[in-house]
């Protein structure tokens, strides 16, 4: 079992930036490949970015490449989304996410333990 708790949400204007946290407790972190999710009302979670066990394997999603930056702290079992150029269609709950495959996946089914979100504002 794996508990993750989120931080670092809130309002910021166009073209600024927030780092988003991720804490997690129970198994050891660093044998989970971790991801970012985000959501708005009336869409689908949709993939922001993925990040495997080791820091080796990396994927964004189009939209955020270029923008957001993922990372993780095996040592401080924390994983981390950096978010800088931020326009306000970014406006969403973020989630992060856990899975127990090697492999970092976008595939929303194939992670198993979710945070409760928090949300990021942004305005024009």
């Known amino acids: 079992q794996v508990q993750l708790v989120e931080s670092g949400g809130g309002l910021v204007q166009a073209g600024g930036s927030l780092r988003l946290s991720c804490a997690a407790s129970g198994r050891t972190f660093s044998t989970y490949t971790m991801g970012w999710f985000r959501q708005t009302p009336g869409k689908e979670r949709e993939f922001v970015a993925a990040i495997s066990w080791s820091g080796g394997s990396i994927y964004y999603a189009d939209r955020m490449k270029g923008r957001f930056t993922i990372s993780r702290d095996n040592a401080k079992n924390t994983l981390y989304l950096q978010m800088n150029s931020l326009k306000p269609e970014d406006t969403a709950v973020y989630y992060c996410?856990?899975?127990?495959?090697?492999?970092?996946?976008?595939?929303?089914?194939?992670?198993?333990?979710w945070g409760q979100g928090t949300q990021v504002t942004v305005s024009s």
């Open positions: 996410a856990a899975n127990v495959l090697p492999a970092a996946t976008m595939a929303r089914n194939l992670y198993d333990y």
